[in-house]
Protein backbone atom coordinates (compact mmCIF):
# COMPACT_ATOMS: atom_id res chain seq x y z
CA UNK A 1 0.00 0.00 0.00
CA UNK A 2 1.13 3.53 -0.83
CA UNK A 3 1.99 5.53 1.70
CA UNK A 4 0.09 9.12 2.57
CA UNK A 5 3.34 11.00 0.94
CA UNK A 6 3.82 8.84 -2.04
CA UNK A 7 -0.05 9.39 -2.87
CA UNK A 8 0.12 13.40 -2.13
CA UNK A 9 3.23 13.80 -4.19
CA UNK A 10 2.32 11.74 -6.95
CA UNK A 11 -1.02 13.72 -7.08
CA UNK A 12 0.83 17.10 -6.82
CA UNK A 13 3.16 15.93 -9.74
CA UNK A 14 0.13 15.17 -11.93
CA UNK A 15 -1.50 18.67 -10.72
CA UNK A 16 1.72 20.54 -11.72
CA UNK A 17 1.74 19.10 -14.50
CA UNK A 18 -1.79 19.59 -16.13
CA UNK A 19 -1.38 22.77 -15.25
CA UNK A 20 2.08 23.50 -17.13
CA UNK A 21 0.02 21.64 -20.25
CA UNK A 22 -2.70 23.79 -19.97
CA UNK A 23 -0.34 27.13 -19.89
CA UNK A 24 1.72 25.68 -22.77
CA UNK A 25 -0.64 24.70 -25.18
CA UNK A 26 -1.91 27.71 -26.11
CA UNK A 27 1.91 28.82 -27.21
CA UNK A 28 2.28 25.47 -28.57
CA UNK A 29 -1.15 25.80 -30.87
CA UNK A 30 0.47 29.30 -32.05
CA UNK A 31 3.50 27.70 -33.07
CA UNK A 32 1.51 24.89 -34.97
CA UNK A 33 -0.53 28.21 -36.80
CA UNK A 34 2.32 29.61 -38.11
CA UNK A 35 4.52 26.34 -38.89
CA UNK A 36 4.89 25.93 -43.03
CA UNK A 37 5.83 23.76 -44.98
CA UNK A 38 8.92 24.33 -47.29
CA UNK A 39 10.46 22.42 -50.36
CA UNK A 40 12.49 22.72 -53.60
CA UNK A 41 11.57 22.77 -57.11
CA UNK A 42 14.21 23.71 -59.85
CA UNK A 43 16.42 24.83 -57.33
CA UNK A 44 13.57 27.33 -56.18
CA UNK A 45 11.34 27.27 -53.15
CA UNK A 46 7.68 25.98 -52.81
CA UNK A 47 5.02 24.84 -50.25
CA UNK A 48 2.93 26.85 -48.19
CA UNK A 49 5.54 28.92 -46.64
CA UNK A 50 6.90 30.83 -49.75
CA UNK A 51 4.89 33.59 -49.57
CA UNK A 52 5.93 34.16 -45.72
CA UNK A 53 9.61 33.61 -46.43
CA UNK A 54 9.58 35.92 -49.37
CA UNK A 55 7.57 38.54 -47.76
CA UNK A 56 10.36 38.86 -44.64
CA UNK A 57 12.84 39.26 -47.01
CA UNK A 58 12.13 42.50 -48.42
CA UNK A 59 12.79 44.76 -45.84
CA UNK A 60 16.15 43.34 -44.88
CA UNK A 61 19.89 44.96 -45.68
CA UNK A 62 21.00 41.63 -44.61
CA UNK A 63 19.89 37.53 -44.99
CA UNK A 64 21.61 35.54 -41.93
CA UNK A 65 22.06 31.46 -42.42
CA UNK A 66 23.02 29.94 -39.37
CA UNK A 67 23.25 25.95 -40.55
CA UNK A 68 24.02 23.17 -39.29
CA UNK A 69 27.62 22.21 -40.95
CA UNK A 70 27.81 19.02 -43.32
CA UNK A 71 24.02 18.70 -44.84
CA UNK A 72 22.80 19.01 -48.61
CA UNK A 73 19.79 20.75 -47.44
CA UNK A 74 21.08 23.82 -46.14
CA UNK A 75 23.23 24.54 -49.35
CA UNK A 76 20.18 24.01 -51.44
CA UNK A 77 17.97 25.88 -49.24
CA UNK A 78 20.94 28.86 -49.73
CA UNK A 79 21.10 28.67 -53.23
CA UNK A 80 17.50 29.08 -53.53
CA UNK A 81 17.94 32.07 -51.02
CA UNK A 82 20.29 33.50 -52.99
CA UNK A 83 18.35 33.23 -56.48
CA UNK A 84 15.39 35.01 -54.57
CA UNK A 85 17.11 37.72 -53.05
CA UNK A 86 18.85 38.88 -56.27
CA UNK A 87 16.07 40.85 -58.07
CA UNK A 88 16.34 42.48 -54.12
CA UNK A 89 20.20 43.84 -54.52
CA UNK A 90 21.68 41.25 -52.74
CA UNK A 91 25.29 41.23 -54.33
CA UNK A 92 27.76 39.91 -51.54
CA UNK A 93 28.16 36.24 -49.78
CA UNK A 94 29.62 36.26 -46.27
CA UNK A 95 30.64 32.72 -45.54
CA UNK A 96 32.83 31.34 -42.47
CA UNK A 97 36.58 31.04 -44.64
CA UNK A 98 39.77 33.13 -43.93
CA UNK A 99 39.99 36.12 -46.70
CA UNK A 100 42.74 34.28 -48.53
CA UNK A 101 40.50 31.19 -49.24
CA UNK A 102 37.60 33.18 -49.66
CA UNK A 103 39.38 35.15 -52.67
CA UNK A 104 40.88 31.28 -54.07
CA UNK A 105 37.19 30.39 -53.90
CA UNK A 106 35.50 32.78 -55.94
CA UNK A 107 38.42 32.28 -58.77
CA UNK A 108 37.80 28.70 -59.01
CA UNK A 109 34.18 29.05 -58.79
CA UNK A 110 34.63 31.39 -62.02
CA UNK A 111 36.77 29.54 -63.68
CA UNK A 112 34.22 26.28 -62.84
CA UNK A 113 33.81 23.06 -61.54
CA UNK A 114 36.95 21.37 -62.58
CA UNK A 115 38.97 24.32 -61.34
CA UNK A 116 37.85 23.72 -57.73
CA UNK A 117 38.07 19.93 -57.86
CA UNK A 118 41.47 20.45 -58.98
CA UNK A 119 42.20 22.92 -56.16
CA UNK A 120 40.64 20.50 -53.37
CA UNK A 121 42.54 17.50 -54.48
CA UNK A 122 45.87 19.70 -54.51
CA UNK A 123 45.21 21.08 -51.08
CA UNK A 124 42.51 18.49 -49.24
CA UNK A 125 40.40 20.13 -46.42
CA UNK A 126 41.87 23.87 -47.65
CA UNK A 127 38.80 25.23 -47.86
CA UNK A 128 36.55 24.55 -44.76
CA UNK A 129 32.70 23.87 -45.51
CA UNK A 130 33.22 24.42 -49.47
CA UNK A 131 35.23 21.46 -50.42
CA UNK A 132 32.29 19.35 -51.59
CA UNK A 133 29.89 19.24 -54.87
CA UNK A 134 26.62 19.25 -53.72
CA UNK A 135 27.28 23.38 -52.83
CA UNK A 136 28.90 24.36 -56.67
CA UNK A 137 25.57 26.04 -57.58
CA UNK A 138 24.76 27.30 -54.68
CA UNK A 139 28.68 29.26 -55.01
CA UNK A 140 28.00 29.95 -58.58
CA UNK A 141 24.50 32.33 -58.07
CA UNK A 142 26.48 33.93 -55.05
CA UNK A 143 29.13 34.85 -57.47
CA UNK A 144 26.46 35.90 -60.43
CA UNK A 145 24.74 38.09 -57.89
CA UNK A 146 27.91 40.71 -57.82
CA UNK A 147 29.16 43.12 -60.00
CA UNK A 148 31.68 45.91 -59.69
CA UNK A 149 35.08 46.02 -57.90
CA UNK A 150 34.36 44.69 -54.58
CA UNK A 151 34.67 40.77 -53.54
CA UNK A 152 31.15 39.01 -54.26
CA UNK A 153 33.01 36.33 -51.82
CA UNK A 154 33.41 37.75 -48.25
CA UNK A 155 35.73 35.53 -46.09
CA UNK A 156 35.98 36.70 -42.62
CA UNK A 157 36.95 34.48 -40.48
CA UNK A 158 40.54 32.47 -39.16
CA UNK A 159 42.85 30.60 -41.09
CA UNK A 160 40.95 27.09 -40.87
CA UNK A 161 43.84 24.64 -39.16
CA UNK A 162 44.70 22.80 -42.85
CA UNK A 163 44.30 25.79 -44.75
CA UNK A 164 48.25 26.93 -44.40
CA UNK A 165 49.44 24.46 -46.81
CA UNK A 166 47.80 26.67 -50.03
CA UNK A 167 48.78 29.69 -47.92
CA UNK A 168 52.46 28.80 -48.22
CA UNK A 169 51.93 27.92 -51.19
CA UNK A 170 50.70 31.01 -52.22
CA UNK A 171 53.89 32.72 -50.56
CA UNK A 172 55.81 31.10 -52.68
CA UNK A 173 54.34 32.63 -55.44
CA UNK A 174 54.50 36.15 -54.28
CA UNK A 175 58.13 35.99 -52.87
CA UNK A 176 60.03 39.02 -52.83
CA UNK A 177 63.08 36.57 -53.65
CA UNK A 178 64.98 33.65 -53.77
CA UNK A 179 65.40 33.09 -50.06
CA UNK A 180 61.91 33.91 -48.83
CA UNK A 181 60.66 31.95 -51.80
CA UNK A 182 62.91 28.92 -50.19
CA UNK A 183 61.66 29.81 -46.51
CA UNK A 184 57.71 29.18 -48.12
CA UNK A 185 58.76 25.91 -49.79
CA UNK A 186 60.47 24.87 -46.40
CA UNK A 187 57.05 25.43 -44.38
CA UNK A 188 55.12 24.10 -47.08
CA UNK A 189 56.67 20.69 -47.23
CA UNK A 190 56.50 20.66 -43.11
CA UNK A 191 52.34 21.55 -43.23
CA UNK A 192 51.88 18.80 -45.92
CA UNK A 193 53.95 16.24 -43.43
CA UNK A 194 52.05 17.46 -40.72
CA UNK A 195 48.69 16.81 -42.60
CA UNK A 196 49.66 13.30 -43.67
CA UNK A 197 50.69 12.78 -39.88
CA UNK A 198 47.03 13.89 -39.02
CA UNK A 199 45.29 11.39 -41.13
CA UNK A 200 47.64 8.52 -39.72
CA UNK A 201 47.24 9.37 -36.26
CA UNK A 202 44.12 11.66 -35.54
CA UNK A 203 46.73 13.80 -33.71
CA UNK A 204 45.75 17.60 -34.53
CA UNK A 205 48.58 18.56 -32.69
CA UNK A 206 50.65 17.58 -35.58
CA UNK A 207 49.15 20.30 -37.54
CA UNK A 208 51.43 22.88 -39.06
CA UNK A 209 49.91 25.89 -37.23
CA UNK A 210 50.23 24.12 -33.50
CA UNK A 211 53.91 23.85 -34.47
CA UNK A 212 54.80 27.12 -35.78
CA UNK A 213 56.28 29.15 -32.67
CA UNK A 214 56.99 32.98 -32.44
CA UNK A 215 60.42 32.89 -33.96
CA UNK A 216 58.90 31.22 -37.08
CA UNK A 217 56.41 33.98 -37.60
CA UNK A 218 59.38 36.56 -37.46
CA UNK A 219 61.62 34.96 -39.44
CA UNK A 220 58.95 35.00 -42.46
CA UNK A 221 57.87 38.50 -41.80
CA UNK A 222 61.71 39.24 -41.95
CA UNK A 223 62.12 37.43 -45.15
CA UNK A 224 58.84 38.79 -46.75
CA UNK A 225 58.66 42.52 -45.57
CA UNK A 226 56.26 43.59 -42.61
CA UNK A 227 54.61 45.98 -45.08
CA UNK A 228 51.08 45.78 -43.20
CA UNK A 229 49.44 46.88 -46.93
CA UNK A 230 51.22 43.51 -48.89
CA UNK A 231 49.38 40.14 -48.98
CA UNK A 232 52.49 38.37 -47.37
CA UNK A 233 51.95 40.54 -44.30
CA UNK A 234 47.68 39.85 -44.01
CA UNK A 235 48.77 36.03 -44.58
CA UNK A 236 51.39 35.59 -42.06
CA UNK A 237 49.94 37.45 -39.32
CA UNK A 238 46.93 36.08 -40.25
CA UNK A 239 48.35 32.64 -39.76
CA UNK A 240 49.75 34.35 -36.04
CA UNK A 241 46.16 35.09 -35.48
CA UNK A 242 44.83 31.79 -35.71
CA UNK A 243 47.89 30.63 -33.65
CA UNK A 244 46.30 32.81 -30.88
CA UNK A 245 42.69 31.79 -31.45
CA UNK A 246 43.71 27.84 -31.27
CA UNK A 247 45.88 28.04 -28.42
CA UNK A 248 43.32 29.41 -26.33
CA UNK A 249 41.04 26.68 -27.37
CA UNK A 250 43.94 24.42 -26.52
CA UNK A 251 44.00 25.61 -23.23
CA UNK A 252 40.54 25.27 -22.67
CA UNK A 253 39.24 29.03 -22.65
CA UNK A 254 36.49 28.16 -24.83
CA UNK A 255 35.01 31.49 -24.23
CA UNK A 256 38.25 33.51 -24.65
CA UNK A 257 38.36 31.44 -28.10
CA UNK A 258 35.37 32.50 -29.11
CA UNK A 259 35.57 35.98 -27.95
CA UNK A 260 38.62 36.75 -29.99
CA UNK A 261 37.42 34.37 -33.33
CA UNK A 262 34.11 37.12 -32.98
CA UNK A 263 36.46 39.83 -32.42
CA UNK A 264 38.10 38.75 -35.46
CA UNK A 265 35.56 37.93 -37.61
CA UNK A 266 34.11 41.31 -37.33
CA UNK A 267 36.89 43.32 -37.97
CA UNK A 268 36.95 41.85 -41.24
CA UNK A 269 33.69 41.79 -41.99
CA UNK A 270 33.77 45.83 -41.38
CA UNK A 271 36.82 45.98 -43.81
CA UNK A 272 34.81 44.36 -46.83
CA UNK A 273 31.94 46.90 -45.82
CA UNK A 274 33.50 49.59 -46.12
CA UNK A 275 34.61 48.96 -49.20
CA UNK A 276 31.28 48.21 -50.24
CA UNK A 277 30.25 51.25 -49.02
CA UNK A 278 31.96 53.09 -51.64
CA UNK A 279 29.56 52.15 -54.10
CA UNK A 280 26.26 51.83 -52.43
CA UNK A 281 25.71 53.10 -49.15
CA UNK A 282 23.75 49.99 -47.83
CA UNK A 283 25.11 47.46 -49.32
CA UNK A 284 22.84 43.94 -49.26
CA UNK A 285 24.56 40.74 -48.06
CA UNK A 286 23.90 36.88 -47.29
CA UNK A 287 25.46 35.28 -44.78
CA UNK A 288 26.30 31.53 -44.08
CA UNK A 289 27.62 30.38 -40.89
CA UNK A 290 27.31 27.64 -37.99
CA UNK A 291 24.41 29.20 -36.41
CA UNK A 292 26.16 30.07 -33.44
CA UNK A 293 28.04 33.05 -34.97
CA UNK A 294 24.51 33.94 -36.52
CA UNK A 295 22.34 34.91 -33.12
CA UNK A 296 21.14 38.10 -32.80
CA UNK A 297 21.87 39.38 -29.36
CA UNK A 298 23.94 37.29 -27.43
CA UNK A 299 25.13 33.95 -28.84
CA UNK A 300 25.09 30.57 -27.58
CA UNK A 301 28.77 30.84 -26.06
CA UNK A 302 27.22 34.48 -25.01
CA UNK A 303 29.10 36.85 -27.31
CA UNK A 304 27.96 39.71 -29.17
CA UNK A 305 29.33 37.83 -32.52
CA UNK A 306 28.88 38.74 -36.03
CA UNK A 307 25.27 38.22 -36.19
CA UNK A 308 24.36 40.56 -33.75
CA UNK A 309 26.87 43.07 -35.52
CA UNK A 310 24.83 42.73 -38.97
CA UNK A 311 21.86 43.56 -36.81
CA UNK A 312 23.27 46.59 -35.24
CA UNK A 313 24.46 47.36 -38.36
CA UNK A 314 20.97 47.22 -40.42
CA UNK A 315 19.13 49.18 -37.29
CA UNK A 316 21.58 52.17 -38.05
CA UNK A 317 20.78 52.47 -41.65
CA UNK A 318 16.67 52.13 -40.79
CA UNK A 319 16.50 48.78 -42.35
CA UNK A 320 16.34 44.72 -40.78
CA UNK A 321 18.48 41.99 -40.70
CA UNK A 322 16.55 38.81 -41.23
CA UNK A 323 18.01 35.84 -39.18
CA UNK A 324 17.52 31.89 -40.37
CA UNK A 325 18.47 29.06 -38.65
CA UNK A 326 18.75 25.73 -40.20
CA UNK A 327 19.40 21.99 -39.25
CA UNK A 328 18.47 18.58 -39.37
CA UNK A 329 16.17 16.33 -36.80
CA UNK A 330 18.07 13.47 -38.11
CA UNK A 331 19.99 12.19 -40.66
CA UNK A 332 23.45 11.95 -41.86
CA UNK A 333 26.06 15.30 -41.84
CA UNK A 334 29.55 15.09 -43.60
CA UNK A 335 31.95 15.96 -40.41
CA UNK A 336 35.26 16.79 -42.22
CA UNK A 337 38.03 14.82 -40.74
CA UNK A 338 35.67 13.07 -39.18
CA UNK A 339 33.75 11.81 -42.34
CA UNK A 340 30.34 10.99 -42.67
CA UNK A 341 28.41 10.45 -39.20
CA UNK A 342 24.84 9.86 -38.54
CA UNK A 343 22.71 12.00 -35.68
CA UNK A 344 19.43 12.91 -34.11
CA UNK A 345 19.07 15.67 -32.69
CA UNK A 346 15.29 15.43 -31.27
CA UNK A 347 16.20 15.67 -27.89
CA UNK A 348 18.00 19.45 -28.27
CA UNK A 349 14.12 20.66 -29.90
CA UNK A 350 12.78 22.54 -27.09
CA UNK A 351 9.85 20.34 -25.94
CA UNK A 352 7.04 23.26 -27.10
CA UNK A 353 8.28 22.98 -30.53
CA UNK A 354 8.39 19.60 -30.64
CA UNK A 355 4.57 19.30 -29.77
CA UNK A 356 3.98 21.66 -32.35
CA UNK A 357 6.19 20.53 -35.48
CA UNK A 358 6.26 16.45 -34.41
CA UNK A 359 3.48 15.44 -36.83
CA UNK A 360 5.65 16.77 -40.08
CA UNK A 361 8.75 15.29 -38.68
CA UNK A 362 7.40 12.09 -40.80
CA UNK A 363 7.29 13.58 -44.35
CA UNK A 364 10.01 15.15 -46.45
CA UNK A 365 8.93 18.84 -46.81
CA UNK A 366 11.02 20.80 -44.55
CA UNK A 367 9.55 22.63 -41.59
CA UNK A 368 9.64 25.96 -41.23
CA UNK A 369 8.72 28.12 -37.98
CA UNK A 370 7.98 31.72 -38.13
CA UNK A 371 9.08 32.82 -34.84
CA UNK A 372 7.90 36.73 -35.13
CA UNK A 373 4.19 36.31 -34.22
CA UNK A 374 5.55 34.87 -31.29
CA UNK A 375 7.26 37.88 -29.13
CA UNK A 376 4.43 39.99 -29.08
CA UNK A 377 1.58 37.55 -28.45
CA UNK A 378 3.20 36.11 -25.43
CA UNK A 379 5.96 38.26 -24.17
CA UNK A 380 9.10 37.38 -22.68
CA UNK A 381 8.03 35.80 -19.48
CA UNK A 382 5.73 33.51 -21.25
CA UNK A 383 8.53 32.83 -23.76
CA UNK A 384 11.42 32.03 -21.35
CA UNK A 385 11.68 27.97 -22.31
CA UNK A 386 12.09 29.25 -25.62
CA UNK A 387 13.89 32.83 -25.20
CA UNK A 388 16.42 32.13 -27.37
CA UNK A 389 14.48 30.27 -30.41
CA UNK A 390 12.42 33.01 -30.44
CA UNK A 391 14.17 36.24 -30.24
CA UNK A 392 17.53 35.37 -31.47
CA UNK A 393 16.42 33.77 -34.86
CA UNK A 394 13.13 34.85 -37.03
CA UNK A 395 12.94 31.42 -39.12
CA UNK A 396 13.86 28.15 -37.69
CA UNK A 397 13.97 25.71 -40.43
CA UNK A 398 14.09 22.13 -39.71
CA UNK A 399 14.79 18.76 -42.04
CA UNK A 400 13.55 15.50 -41.21
CA UNK A 401 15.90 13.41 -42.52
CA UNK A 402 19.10 15.17 -43.65
CA UNK A 403 21.76 14.05 -46.09
CA UNK A 404 25.43 14.42 -45.69
CA UNK A 405 27.44 16.53 -48.05
CA UNK A 406 29.94 14.05 -50.51
CA UNK A 407 33.66 15.75 -50.38
CA UNK A 408 35.28 16.45 -53.33
CA UNK A 409 38.33 13.44 -53.85
Avoid at 273 to 296: C, D, I, M, S, W
Avoid at 303 to 317: P, T
Avoid at 362 to 379: A, H, N, S, V, Y
Wanted: proline letters at 4%; a neutral charge; one cysteine or more.
Amino acid sequence: MKSLVTVTTLFLLNSTLSLLLAQDSLLVATIRQHTYNLSLSEQSFSGDGVAVLQEAMKAPQFLLVGEQHGIVEVGAFTNALLKAARPLGFEYFCIETDPFIAKKLEQLVGEGKPALEEFVKAFPLAIPFYDNHEDVPMLSSALAAGKGPVPRFWGVDQVFAAAPRYLFHRLTEIAPDAQAKALAADYLQKGREGLQAVMKSGDFNQMILNKLEDKDFEQMLTAFGDDPQSESTQIIRGMMKTKEIYAAWYAGKYHQNNLIRSKLMKKQFMAYYRQAEQLNPRPKVVFKFGATHTYRGLSYYHIFDLGNLAAEIAAMNEMESLHIHFSGIKGKANSSLQGIQNFDSQEDIAPEIWAAIADRAEGKDWIMIDMRPLREKFGRRKLKPIKSEVFNYDFWIFVPEATALSTIR
